[in-house]
């Protein structure tokens, strides 16, 4: 850890670090020509925004407002539609609705969105029917496709990565800054799908709640409260793939500071998250707020240890720590590391991702996720962290706005046998509209319940 705090950082020391779940690619040559080509290109995220996140993200750590962050578990290029995105800002909308109405606090809405496309993967190969062949790693690296052509690392890959997050960026952002995200129109986030939901009369009520809230105010006060105006829907992406977040990153000299311009908010994964490892390298340089997964094989001193290269400023906004354990070893395992952070004083954002902890593979082969154990661990989650004294700062789902069945339960009472009718995801298994709203309606719930 010494050695890496005295040793000078640049947007490539990360280099001299083992560097985990990076591709092979056969041509170098193409992968310096289209990293030059990426550096040339303007950024994606301005670090004015960036900045603006890392206050607002200090705000929740002081239980001022609460984070919703959540999307796919990997973007793929071919969803790169009207359609899926509008329904993914939608249904983030709606959480956030349903979230600010009953918690009573303002909501920070993070995508993992425009650059979610490198995914780690807990084997290099993958074997059917006798054929191995590289694992699938993420439309920015390889295709999903069994063949030894998809499946080669392809440079070229990275520049469409780029261009995919920048088309993404830009409708997300005309959307929000056309009005989208403004509460005076909850109707243009509606998703037809809600009518037929067995949630929609209780969705309607909280949207006719706020409806008259807000024409309450703004009759007391004259005034109209508007939101459109302002940035508030930000992006966050796995920094996994250290040639391409290099590429992106720029010195700003009013600034003073390196960022990551690819991203707002982007976070370490769990299996590259070694304090000694070329991830935290890269990551401790630049100025973003920067989040690490913490799951079952973090021990107290590896925690601090990162908490110290990552933070050591020791300022609140820069460090959260999405803890994703699992509903069956959050009870053991979460107070230790909370109490050890305490401790030693370190100052963190504490968010949960009650998504990754628990997968399981049906009878039938396939990755799924249950709706109750998903919840049980968030309402774990709260309840540790409220007898800890310490603050849930927010929550984090793999989620889409579609009509995916990819994880069991929810009010439809989804089971295994179900998952066959439209299960789309290449990695993870995520929540669909229906099960993503009903989970804000549950968070709020518990609250109520208190
Ligand atoms: C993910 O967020 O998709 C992921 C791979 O998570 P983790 O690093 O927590 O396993
Ligand atoms: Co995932």
Redesign the pocket.
């Known amino acids: 850890m010494e050695r890496q705090l005295s040793q000078k950082w640049q947007p490539d020391s990360w280099q001299s670090h083992a560097a985990d779940q990076q591709p092979l690619y056969a041509d170098t040559a193409a992968v310096t020509r289209v990293l030059d080509a990426i550096r040339c290109l303007p950024p994606l995220v301005t670090c004015g925004e960036v900045d603006k996140l890392r206050g607002q993200l200090a705000a929740a750590g002081r239980g001022e407002c609460f984070v919703l962050q959540g999307g796919d578990?990997?973007e793929s290029f071919d969803e790169c539609t009207t359609e899926p995105i509008a329904n993914k800002l939608k249904i983030l909308l709606q959480m956030s609705l349903v979230l600010v109405h009953g918690l009573q606090k303002r909501v920070l809405r993070v995508g993992r969105i425009a650059g979610q496309y490198a995914?780690p993967r807990s084997a290099d190969v993958e074997t059917r029917n006798g054929i191995t062949l590289p694992s699938y790693r993420g439309d920015i690296i390889n295709r999903a496709g069994f063949t030894a052509a998809e499946r080669a690392a392809n440079p070229e890959l990275l520049l469409r990565g780029y261009e995919h997050a920048a088309l993404t960026l830009n409708y997300v952002r005309a959307l929000v800054d056309g009005g989208f995200a403004d509460l005076h129109h909850p109707e243009l986030w509606h998703l037809d799908f809600v009518r037929h939901s067995p949630l929609e009369a209780e969705y309607r009520r909280i949207v006719q709640a706020i409806e008259d809230s807000l024409n309450f105010m703004e009759t007391i006060s004259g005034q109209r409260l508007s939101e459109s105006g302002s940035v508030d829907f930000y992006t966050s992406h796995e920094g996994l793939h250290l040639l391409y977040e290099q590429a992106q990153t720029q010195f700003v000299a009013e600034a003073g500071r390196w960022y990551n311009l690819a991203t707002h908010f982007p976070w370490i994964g769990m299996r590259t998250a070694d304090v000694a490892g070329a991830h935290v390298e890269y990551f401790r340089g630049i100025a973003n707020p920067i989040a690490v997964k913490v799951g079952p094989f973090m021990n107290s001193e590896q925690l601090l240890a990162l908490c110290e290269v990552l933070n050591p400023d020791n300022e609140l906004g820069r460090l959260t720590l999405i803890h994703r354990f699992g509903a069956t070893r959050i009870n053991k395992q979460l107070p230790v590391l909370v109490e050890a952070v305490r401790k030693a004083g370190r100052r963190v954002l504490w968010i949960c991702d009650p998504?990754?902890g628990n997968t399981e593979i049906t009878a039938s082969g396939l990755k799924t996720r249950r709706f109750e154990n998903i919840l049980e661990e968030l309402e774990a989650a709260f309840t540790l962290h409220e007898q800890l004294g310490s603050i849930l700062a927010g929550v984090h789902f793999?989620l889409t706005g579609d009509d995916v069945t990819e994880c069991t339960g929810g009010a439809r009472g989804l089971t295994d046998t179900d998952l066959q009718r439209a299960y789309k995801s290449q990695?993870?298994p995520r929540l669909n509209y229906e099960q993503a709203l009903e989970m804000a309606m549950r968070i709020v719930a518990r609250k109520a319940r208190k």
């Open positions: 578990c990997a995914k998504m990754h793999e990695v993870d």
